[in-house]
């Protein structure tokens, strides 16, 4: 079964707007301009929008494509005109649609710009991904400015119909599983990482994420698991900890760390298409935030969700709202070891990681996942859902 859907059925009777920008701030390294660079190329690419992209780091977006010359204020790349945001803000003309992605919040000389354009922009604030049951009812509402002819328009990533579903590009379903499916494909990618080649014993598991503690808990159990369990560790904010269970304290990327049954390999910072792939590969992906949150769900493999640590706890909301869909359709002996697990890895409980009676159930939880996987196709992608809901507003008598 394909991935194609209604949402991609890009001859819309509504006209498309051609100029798009969106404005992005990098807080926590990646996720933001990974999800903003990934909605930005998939509007360049499949709707063929003229966009641009204001970000204020490119040095982090290097990180993720390497192709960026954090020295230079504008560039292309892949259809989308890349511009370094600086300040002050220089005097542009505003795009027919102007995206801020997370509560950025624009310049003031360009909102000025803004309400003086007629027809005005349809001005999207673009919000963080959750689950919880009030984003249904928040999606798509509009926000007066306090001073200025402006209305902002908030729109919500989400899991419910109502929302605006999660990034997909076409075809990516496709691609996945031609990948999965292919042993030559697979052997080829750990080749390029310089991981030696599978056997079909070891476990292969993918581990990126913020400061866990936990880590010491999870890696006790493996070094003593009953098959070799390869772990690979992406450059990140986890790799202290990684290193502090062996004792180390620096390790050049590229080596491995070996106790008992584990193997722990240390990688550079990955580009964005080929820590996907890295996704595909595993047999369990441990994730973070929101953009590799998302595209281990697309992956179709069991995973494991660490959410970005909020003061007093919110963030714990978001784990349970998503814990209550995404187990809705798994026997409840299977849901509550999944609770548990996640719980324990979130809550950076060393002592409370329980790897085995989790990975017990795992014929369970890969099932699982690709069923989530599909489902998921169900609410369109959220590139073909913005567009739609911006050429609404862009009518007459919207």
């Not at 992406?234 to 193997?263: I, K, S, T, Y």
């Not at 085995?356 to 169900?378: I, M, V």
Request: proline fraction near 8%; aromatic fraction near 12%; include cysteine.
């Amino acid at each position: 079964m394909g991935d194609s859907n209604p949402s991609h059925n890009h001859a819309m009777a509504a006209p498309v707007s051609p100029t798009w920008e969106l404005f992005c701030t990098v807080v926590d390294n990646y996720g933001d301009i990974g999800i903003t660079w990934r909605l930005a190329r998939q509007l360049a690419r499949e709707y063929r929008l003229q966009v641009r992209l204001w970000v204020d780091d490119l040095v982090s977006f290097h990180a993720l494509r390497p192709e960026i010359d954090p020295n230079r204020a504008t560039q292309l790349l892949e259809g989308v005109e890349i511009r370094r945001w600086d300040t002050p803000f220089p005097d542009v003309p505003p795009a027919d649609v102007v995206i801020e992605a997370f509560a950025c919040h624009l310049p003031h000389n360009h909102e000025r710009a803004m309400a003086a354009r007629i027809p005005r922009p349809v001005w999207i604030n673009l919000e963080y991904l959750s689950a919880e049951d009030w984003v249904a009812g928040c999606h798509g509402l509009p926000s007066p400015h306090p001073r200025l002819p402006l209305t902002k328009w908030f729109f919500f990533p989400g899991y419910a119909p109502g929302t605006g579903g999660l990034l997909r590009e076409t075809g990516l379903l496709d691609a996945i599983r031609t990948f999965q499916a292919s042993p030559e494909a697979q052997a080829a990618f750990w080749h390029g990482l310089g991981v030696p080649p599978r056997t079909e014993e070891d476990l292969r598991i993918s581990l990126f994420g913020y400061e866990n503690r936990a880590i010491s808990g999870l890696f006790r159990q493996w070094v003593d698991a009953t098959q070799p369990v390869h772990c690979v560790v992406p450059a990140g904010r986890l790799m202290e900890d990684v290193l502090h269970f062996f004792g180390r304290a620096d390790l050049a990327p590229g080596h491995c760390l070996q106790r008992g049954r584990l193997c722990v390999h240390c990688l550079p910072m990955l580009t964005q298409d080929r820590y996907d792939r890295l996704l595909w590969a595993c047999d369990c992906n441990f994730v973070r935030g929101e953009d590799s949150f998302v595209r281990a769900q697309w992956a179709g493999r069991p995973m494991v969700w660490q959410a970005y640590p909020q003061a007093q706890g919110a963030h714990r909301a978001k784990i349970e709202a998503f814990l209550v869909r995404y187990c809705a359709g798994l026997p409840e002996p299977v849901a509550r070891d999944v609770r548990a697990f996640w719980t324990a890895w979130n809550a950076t409980d060393a002592t409370a990681m329980d790897w085995p009676t989790w990975w017990r159930h795992r014929p369970t939880l890969e099932a699982h996942a690709r069923k989530w996987s599909q489902q998921l196709t169900g609410l369109g992608d959220l590139a073909g859902n913005l567009v739609r809901f911006c050429c609404e507003k862009m009518r007459p008598n919207a």
